[in-house]
């Protein structure tokens, strides 16, 4: 090449490396004023710290989210209007163990009438994630899982993890839309929720930050778990695996039990299971309740 032809080169690939450095600021600008917002004494809050997160504490933290005010940072702050609720995330500690069994991915018209039967027979109250069904006979379940006092809780609209976690603004126009489905079939406005696969999974971890603050920030308290039941580690789990999965996974620590299982199409085998379930966590001296905003939740490190 001539002397001519490398000034050139040179020329363009300097300015190629401007724009990318230029880019690259204004990227992170605005993510680092995003997160100067909710951040605080000027560092995001490090809930990886927190395995086992004490009432207190997780009150703390739910409390300053929640009044932080980082409305025009990003438009999908000053959108969806229906998705913010009161929230006092007063988290109580509780006398004894308690145990919250938890079904998502419900309702499902063979599997959740089971599963509330078994509830309604034991006295056990529960919390139902759902996910968005228009049939008459699902819309009639989210109804009783309400008449018969359990906490019906979002779980999502569409469970597409590829759709929901693209991007902030996708996530939220799933959960609006099953939130207006529960609230127009049952007259409750949920206020918990469940991430569709907890609330860091390999499909979010791009967001999940700005994603769980932005939840909070609007008022709303989500449950990771701390005992799953393996029933949708494959297609068909045992009923003596998912029971003993359960029983193993509460007989360890003396920490309240948020158990992890699901009521979607094809568990029929964790509706089999739910009465050895119960039958065993009474006799380790647990007691049993729905999901409320007393609670304090079980979270995967933010
Ligand atoms: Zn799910």
Same mark, same amino acid.
């Given at each position: 090449?001539?002397?001519?032809?490398?000034?050139?080169?040179?020329?363009?690939?300097?300015?190629?490396?401007?724009?990318?450095?230029?880019?690259?600021?204004?990227?992170? !600008?605005?993510?680092?004023?995003?997160?100067?917002?909710?951040?605080?004494?000027?560092?995001?809050?490090?809930?990886?710290?927190?395995?086992?997160?004490?009432?207190?504490?997780?009150?703390?933290?739910?409390?300053?989210?929640?009044?932080?005010?980082?409305?025009?940072?990003?438009?999908?702050?000053?959108?969806?209007?229906?998705?913010?609720?009161?929230?006092?995330?007063?988290?109580?500690?509780?006398?004894?163990?308690?145990?919250?069994?938890?079904?998502?991915?419900?309702?499902?018209?063979?599997?959740?009438?089971?599963?509330?039967?078994?509830?309604?027979?034991?006295?056990?109250?529960?919390?139902?994630?759902?996910?968005?069904?228009?049939?008459?006979?699902?819309?009639?379940?989210?109804?009783?899982?309400?008449?018969?006092?359990?906490?019906?809780?979002?779980?999502?609209?569409?469970?597409?993890?590829?759709?929901?976690?693209?991007?902030?603004?996708?996530?939220?126009?799933?959960?609006?839309?099953?939130?207006?489905?529960?609230?127009?079939?049952?007259?409750?406005?949920?206020?918990?929720?469940?991430?569709?696969?907890?609330?860091?999974?390999?499909?979010?971890?791009?967001?999940?930050?700005?994603?769980?603050?932005?939840?909070?920030?609007? !008022?709303?308290?989500?449950?990771?778990?701390?005992?799953?039941?393996?029933?949708?580690?494959?297609?068909?789990?045992?009923?003596?695996?998912?029971?003993?999965?359960?029983?193993?996974?509460?007989?360890?620590?003396?920490?309240?039990?948020?158990?992890?299982?699901?009521?979607?199409?094809?568990?029929?085998?964790?509706?089999?299971?739910?009465?050895?379930?119960?039958?065993?966590?009474?006799?380790?001296?647990?007691?049993?309740?729905?999901?409320?905003?007393?609670?304090?939740?079980?979270?995967?490190?933010?």
């Amino acid at each position: 090449m001539t002397v001519k032809q490398w000034k050139q080169v040179i020329t363009i690939s300097v300015i190629v490396i401007i724009v990318v450095l230029l880019a690259l600021t204004i990227f992170f !600008g605005i993510r680092y004023s995003h997160y100067a917002n909710l951040s605080e004494e000027g560092s995001i809050i490090d809930l990886s710290e927190y395995d086992d997160i004490d009432t207190r504490e997780a009150t703390r933290i739910f409390k300053y989210f929640n009044s932080v005010d980082a409305e025009g940072t990003f438009d999908y702050q000053s959108k969806y209007s229906s998705l913010y609720v009161d929230n006092d995330f007063n988290f109580v500690d509780k006398e004894g163990k308690v145990c919250y069994l938890t079904f998502d991915d419900g309702p499902n018209k063979n599997v959740t009438p089971q599963v509330l039967d078994t509830l309604k027979k034991y006295d056990v109250k529960a919390t139902f994630f759902v996910v968005y069904r228009d049939g008459s006979a699902e819309r009639a379940l989210y109804k009783r899982i309400v008449e018969e006092g359990h906490t019906l809780a979002v779980h999502t609209a569409s469970h597409n993890y590829t759709k929901i976690y693209s991007s902030v603004d996708a996530y939220l126009d799933d959960f609006e839309r099953i939130t207006k489905q529960i609230e127009s079939t049952t007259g409750i406005k949920p206020t918990l929720f469940r991430f569709p696969g907890g609330s860091i999974n390999s499909y979010n971890m791009e967001i999940y930050r700005e994603l769980v603050a932005e939840m909070i920030r609007r !008022g709303y308290v989500y449950y990771d778990w701390n005992v799953s039941s393996g029933d949708a580690s494959s297609s068909r789990v045992s009923v003596s695996t998912i029971t003993k999965n359960v029983l193993n996974g509460c007989s360890k620590g003396s920490d309240d039990k948020i158990v992890l299982m699901h009521d979607g199409s094809g568990h029929g085998n964790t509706a089999d299971a739910l009465p050895g379930i119960i039958e065993g966590l009474k006799k380790q001296g647990y007691t049993f309740s729905g999901l409320d905003n007393t609670v304090a939740p079980a979270m995967f490190g933010f």
